[in-house]
């Protein structure tokens, strides 16, 4: 069946450093990928998306790129900060629409002054 | 524009009772799907309604049910809840625009269900 594996956190930071959170996923069909972020308190909220493979998605300075090859769609940003402090959660849609998503279990990211 | 709104946000139920949790959609959104998020998980899916009807279901029993009104706002029911019903339930909507469509889900902020 359709799964996504990521990082289990959590992940502590100091601010300015270089941010990698990894997801793959189970190669089941041409899913779509996608990054959500939750803020505490706040419902889920897009970061970004890629709709096929070497598609690079890219969004306040996040950026992944669905490797096919790896089937791993992996969350960078070069310069974290204290605000980007959340649970991110890597997803996959199923059956070609993209309601139906199944999602990690999310990495707590702690970025410190 | 607006955007997803769920009610109540917090509630407490007793194990056996039952439970309707509310969802209005984002202006211009026409499909609405529930989650469920279990403390320390992902959310899961429960169903997506679109014209009315369920349109997909996850991996839930019977006693999950849902309505879509004709504007687009949601319920979801819960029948003889169970104390692992306890969670953050997420109401998500979109505008279907077929199965190549990019569409991408709006979440609300959720109802956080406690069943003693």
């Known amino acids: 069946g359709n799964s996504v594996t990521q990082m289990e956190g959590p992940v502590t930071l100091s601010e300015e450093a270089f941010l990698t959170i990894n997801c793959t996923y189970t190669?089941?069909?041409?899913?779509?990928l996608f990054w959500y972020v939750q803020y505490p308190g706040e419902g889920l909220q897009l970061l970004l998306k890629?709709?096929?493979?070497?598609d690079k998605g890219s969004n306040k300075g996040f950026e992944a790129t669905y490797r096919k090859e790896t089937t791993s769609f992996h969350l960078e940003k070069g310069s974290v900060q204290v605000s980007d402090s959340a649970v991110y959660f890597c997803?996959?849609?199923?059956?070609?629409?993209?309601?139906?998503?199944?999602f990690g279990k999310g990495t707590l990211l702690t970025v410190n002054p | 524009e607006t955007g997803v709104t769920q009610s109540p946000t917090h509630l407490i139920k007793t194990r056996g009772q039952q439970v309707t949790l509310r969802c209005s959609s984002q202006?211009?959104?026409?499909?609405v799907s529930w989650y469920q998020q279990a403390l320390g998980q992902g959310p899961q899916f429960i169903f997506q309604?679109?014209?009315?009807?369920?349109?997909g279901r996850g991996n839930f029993p019977p006693r999950f049910s849902g309505l879509q009104f004709p504007n687009y706002s949601s319920e979801l029911n819960v029948n003889a809840l169970e104390l692992d019903d306890s969670a953050l339930y997420l109401c998500?909507?979109?505008?279907?625009?077929?199965?190549?469509?990019?569409?991408?889900?709006?979440f609300g902020a959720g109802s956080r269900l406690t069943v003693l």
């Open positions: 890629a709709t096929k493979a070497d």
């Open positions: 202006s211009g959104h026409n499909t």
């Open positions: 997803a996959r849609n199923s059956g070609g629409s993209n309601y139906k998503l199944t």
């Open positions: 998500a909507s979109s505008l279907e625009s077929g199965p190549s469509g990019a569409n991408v889900l709006t």
């Open positions: 309604y679109y014209r009315e009807e369920e349109n």
């Open positions: 190669a089941t069909g041409y899913p779509s």
